[in-house]
């Protein structure tokens, strides 16, 4: 059984900082690639940050040089460190990632259930 779990949202105000993290519980499986996207409120879900599993990183336009997106290999967690934050960045931020059970050529997607995070004076 894959489990997601976010943790790390809140209330910042603008120019604040958060740091969001996602563990992941696996077994006999590899994580391959894993993301953070964001749902605002009326709005179709967005990628925001994305790492391979050789660390390998690519932003949305919007929160580039503003968060910085890591992995622990030896823990299976991610992490999304959010610097100078904007209202437009209140959204629910979900954990996502791709894992392949060991001895297989399958692949799965699996979501956590998401934190929200509000930026707000």
């Known amino acids: 059984q894959v489990q997601l779990v976010e943790s790390g949202g809140g209330l910042v105000q603008p120019g604040g900082s958060l740091r969001l993290s996602c563990a992941a519980s696996?077994?006999?499986?590899?994580?391959?690639?894993m993301a953070w996207y964001r749902q605002a409120p009326g709005k179709q879900r967005e990628l925001v940050a994305r790492i391979t599993g050789d660390g390998s990183t690519n932003y949305a336009d919007s929160v580039k040089g503003r968060f910085t997106c890591s992995r622990d290999n030896s823990n299976n967690t991610l992490s999304l460190r959010m610097n100078s934050l904007k209202p437009e960045d209140t959204a629910v931020y979900y954990c996502y990632a791709i894992i392949s059970p060991v001895d297989t050529n399958s692949a799965y997607q699996y979501w956590g259930q998401g934190t929200q995070v509000t930026v707000s004076s």
């Open positions: 696996i077994s006999r499986s590899t994580i391959k690639t």
